[in-house]
């Protein structure tokens, strides 16, 4: 018997990956929802294979497009899941989620499984990449997605008990080299808008909460925070060396080194050039900066959504 549990998954052109997601979800979920953002290829075709509710709704960032989903699309079960089109999750989740979902307690409001992220169709489990713990699971109405430039996670609105779920969710985009640059291009912009409301508070939105001591969750936002205060370009080589050599990333070979030498310092260092352009063009007035980014890019980045 399928546990009391609907996944939420939004879509846009996701016919190579939604398959592969919908397998290893059909024996765990009781109701499947896809919010799609108007696909031209087979995304919807597929989905209704699976006998999923589909909706279409506007794409405007990724947690308005999950907090629509929350709101309007009527989930029924006692939980839900998160899981993106490009992930699916293992063997040992699905036993988990179908023995062990229905008894827990009601104080416990969420559970915490690990990510297990895949880079050239292999597990990147050194260099800090593994494992990394997120709220994925959460009883109906008891969470939402934070608005955030990047880096959003699920949050509880509710006080209650979080726990662990052995099992992985994994992470395994099937797009070429490419594909990811231009993404990770996209993405600095964002990244570099949401590092400068840090610092001017352009949207007056409410931090989640960051500690040394606290949850993984919580220890990678502090140390992003210590990461954040280092000055421009220095903290890229210095983020590339611990991670590459310190947290074994170069244990992983060439796939290892391809992807310290791009997620862990191009990437970085993009999100600091793309706040220098903005500096040597706006300077470090909060009101020209707003302007800029609308100018340059079309985001108003007072607002999230």
Not at 80 to 109: C, G, M, S, W
Not at 277 to 300: M, P, R
Request: proline content about 2%.
């Amino acid at each position: 018997m399928k546990p009391d549990l609907t996944v939420i998954i939004l879509t846009y052109n996701e016919e190579m990956h939604l398959n592969r997601c919908l397998e290893s979800l059909k024996t765990v979920c009781k109701e499947i929802v896809i919010v799609d953002s108007f696909s031209n290829d087979r995304t919807e075709e597929i989905a209704k294979e699976y006998g999923a509710r589909f909706y279409q709704n506007k794409w405007i960032n990724y947690a308005t497009q999950f907090n629509w989903a929350i709101k309007n699309t009527e989930i029924n079960t006692d939980w839900v899941i998160r899981v993106d089109a490009d992930e699916y999750i293992d063997k040992e989740l699905q036993t988990n989620l179908l023995n062990k979902l229905p008894h827990f307690n009601k104080e416990v409001i969420g559970l915490r499984i690990k990510r297990m992220m895949c880079f050239f169709d292999k597990p990147l489990k050194k260099g800090g990449m593994y494992p990394i713990w997120h709220l994925k699971i959460w009883r109906n109405k008891t969470a939402i997605c934070e608005q955030r430039w990047m880096d959003e996670r699920m949050v509880s609105i509710i006080d209650g008990e979080i726990e662990s779920l052995d099992g992985n969710l994994i992470d395994n985009n099937l797009n070429k080299i490419t594909w990811w640059t231009e993404k990770h291009n996209n993405y600095a912009t964002r990244e570099a808008i949401d590092v400068l409301d840090k610092i001017y508070n352009f949207t007056n939105n409410k931090l989640a909460s960051a500690s040394l001591f606290g949850t993984s969750e919580e220890r990678r936002r502090w140390l992003k925070m210590r990461y954040l205060k280092m000055p421009l370009f220095i903290r890229p080589f210095l983020f590339f060396f611990i991670r590459y050599f310190l947290q074994g990333g170069i244990l992983e070979g060439k796939r290892g080194f391809i992807w310290s030498v791009l997620q862990c310092f191009w990437y970085r260092f993009l999100v600091d050039v793309k706040i220098y352009e903005a500096y040597k063009y706006a300077g470090k007035d909060k009101e020209k900066l707003i302007e800029y980014f609308n100018e340059e890019y079309g985001y108003n980045i007072t607002k999230v959504s």
